[in-house]
């Protein structure tokens, strides 16, 4: 079993920066995929950005490339999504999650309780 706990949602001004953190305890796998996925009010879960634990990896949603930063610190087994020039379509609860490859994608088998942005305008 993996344990995942976000952190460092909150309220911010449009152009701010949040950084939120992901600590992943119990069993990891070096090439188990890390994920940050959002769900605003009223909308589908939606990916913004994964990063592969060992080789650091990363892809972005066409909507955050070049304002969010995907990271991890694998002694600490801790992910991070820095945000900057945060918009107020960026509010949502944010999830992270993690699993294996799985055929053509990866497979997300374990997820954070989430931390909820807020990007007033």
């Known amino acids: 079993q993996v344990q995942l706990v976000e952190s460092g949602g909150g309220l911010v001004q449009a152009g701010g920066s949040l950084r939120l953190s992901c600590a992943a305890s119990g069993r990891t796998f070096s090439s188990y995929a890390m994920g940050w996925f959002r769900q605003a009010p009223g909308k589908e879960r939606e990916f913004v950005a994964r990063?592969?634990?060992?080789?650091?990896?990363?892809r972005y949603a066409d909507s955050v490339r070049g304002r969010f930063t995907i990271s991890r610190n694998n002694a600490k087994n801790t992910m991070y999504l820095q945000m900057n020039s945060l918009k107020p379509e960026d509010t949502a609860v944010y999830y992270c999650?993690?699993?294996?490859?799985?055929?053509?994608?990866?497979?997300?088998?374990?997820w954070g309780q989430g931390t909820q942005v807020t990007v007033s305008s």
């Open positions: 999650a993690t699993g294996p490859f799985a055929g053509a994608e990866y497979r997300y088998d374990y």
């Open positions: 990063i592969i634990w060992s080789g650091g990896s990363t």
